[in-house]
């Protein structure tokens, strides 16, 4: 027996090609048998006619293939003759285990993954039903998941919260201790280990929230699933991506985790891949292939450059992928500032976030435009690997006097006293501000212009331990502020 399959798919609405993959994995039409796990749904019955409907008669499959399994802990309200909740012991189910072997597709169905959970899973043990899906996968079967059934399918499971709740709240890891606003994670179904997935990716911000779970939990690679896009994880440890949106790997090898257990998640050096159709990571070696169609865009972006933007708020919809592309692999930047939550609707006082995204030599980015389906509609499609991401903790602090107009965040990072000075009504950056340096003697040490991203660099200039009076000129507004220098140390964002 060999492992076959996992299709991890984003969730959103489903499309023709990702399940055609799957059907082909299996061995096309005829040889598709799948069965199918709607538990996570809330109305069970009206989603196993939508798929049985869907993989019959818009793919073409075989009526006797497709196989609803009778597993619910909810009652269909849609079908008031029938209580669908008495199914919620089936999972333990002989018969139904045994039938389900003789399928070579299992799907999970989203909805909430927790149902899947108990459904599935008694005190941490496995039902019958559940082995036995486990059996399909290690003799070359094919499992699926959208949504909450992706979510489910690794050992760690994301259950809830945004990424501005995951990095500002504890994280909690049963639903008693759930208020709906902190991150909730939960033991998944453990077909996979080390890795860690999330959905609605690029739709629902959620680079935050996966970082942190991939840290508490111990994985060293998440991948998060934008909509309409699957991750096809095949036998041999590779993945290959299939779809209309974008695919983020966080891989952890490199990472620097500066905080103690209590403090508040300070992380440097993550490293971040932007996949998309067609390309293919190999996870164990580390290497990148990416689509034949794709051409080197590192050094000659495809499109002219877009007006660069400090962003306000990194978690907003779209807005790391826009980031990512927009500002960086086809832009001139090269180190970007996101803030978290600029209008502060999740920060515990002033205490919130920064994103900073680097390119380094070995970070690389293609592009082609191209018509993955039979619509011959040509979508842009953009990958980029190697952008080190740094997530860094912030204070929002009144300057010692406000100006109009700009306000400045201000971090360090190794040796270097970083400061980013921004318009503060149209988030553009701020060139050719002064940027001073005073000693605790009132001594000039640095001064210098920003560039046109904004930034000012005073590397190996401040000593660690030691007190400064930072002072930002921009036409007739000054900001200043005394600053305690360490290394690496978290922002200030100075309004």
Excluded at 21 to 26: D, F, G, R, T
Excluded at 76 to 90: H, V
Excluded at 329 to 337: G, L, P, R, S, T
């Amino acid at each position: 027996m060999s492992k076959g399959y996992l299709v991890l798919i984003g969730g959103g609405e489903d499309t023709s090609l990702i399940y055609n993959k799957i059907i082909a994995l299996a061995g096309g039409k005829d040889k598709a048998r799948i069965a199918i796990i709607p538990s996570a749904s809330s109305h069970v019955r009206t989603t196993m006619s939508g798929y049985e409907d869907y993989f019959i008669n818009e793919l073409g499959l075989p009526e006797q293939n497709i196989w609803s399994v009778p597993l619910s802990l909810v009652d269909d309200e849609s079908t008031p003759n029938e209580n669908e909740q008495l199914w919620k012991d089936n999972a333990s189910n002989i018969e139904y285990a045994e039938k389900i072997k003789k399928y070579n597709i299992v799907f999970f169905v989203g909805g909430d993954q927790r149902r899947y959970i108990d459904a599935l899973k008694s005190n941490n043990t496995n039902s019958t039903l559940l082995n036995a899906i486990i059996e399909v996968y290690e003799n070359n079967g094919i499992i699926v998941g959208t949504s909450a059934g992706t979510n489910i399918l690794c050992t760690t499971s994301i259950g809830g919260g945004r990424s501005e709740e995951a990095l500002t709240n504890k994280a909690v890891y049963n639903e008693k201790e759930d208020d709906g606003q902190k991150l909730l994670l939960l033991k998944g179904l453990g077909l996979i280990d080390n890795i860690i997935f999330d959905t609605h990716f690029s739709q629902r911000g959620r680079l935050g929230r996966l970082i942190e779970s991939a840290i508490i939990s111990k994985n060293r690679y998440g991948i998060g699933i934008s909509e309409k896009t699957a991750v096809v994880y095949y036998p041999d440890n590779s993945i290959e991506i299939i779809g209309y949106g974008h695919v983020f790997m966080i891989d952890l090898k490199t990472a620097n985790q500066l905080n103690d257990a209590d403090q508040p998640l300070h992380v440097l050096n993550i490293m971040v891949h932007l996949l998309s159709h067609g390309d293919k990571y190999y996870i164990a070696e580390n290497k990148f292939e990416p689509y034949n169609l794709k051409e080197n865009i590192i050094n000659t972006p495809y499109f002219d450059a877009a007006d660069y933007h400090i962003s306000l708020n990194v978690f907003k919809e779209y807005e790391t992928s826009n980031i990512i592309i927009n500002y960086m692999i086809d832009n001139e930047a090269k180190d970007v500032i996101a803030l978290m939550d600029y209008n502060k609707q999740y920060t515990i006082g002033d205490n919130s976030y920064f994103i900073r995204f680097v390119e380094k030599d070995n970070t690389n980015a293609f592009f082609c435009k191209m018509s993955i389906d039979e619509s011959g509609d040509k979508i842009d499609f953009y990958s980029g690997v190697n952008i080190y991401t740094d997530v860094v903790p912030m204070l929002y602090s009144n300057a010692d006097n406000k100006a109009k107009g700009f306000q400045a965040i201000v971090f360090g990072n190794d040796n270097s006293f970083i400061t980013v000075v921004y318009d503060d009504k149209e988030s553009l950056p701020v060139c050719d501000a002064k940027v001073e340096i005073f000693n605790k003697d009132n001594k000039l040490i640095f001064k210098t212009g920003t560039d046109k991203f904004g930034k000012a660099d005073a590397k190996n200039v401040l000593i660690s331990g030691e007190v400064y009076y930072l002072k930002i000129s921009y036409d007739y507004g000054v900001l200043t502020k005394k600053i305690l220098f360490n290394k690496n140390m978290t922002g200030i964002c100075l309004r």
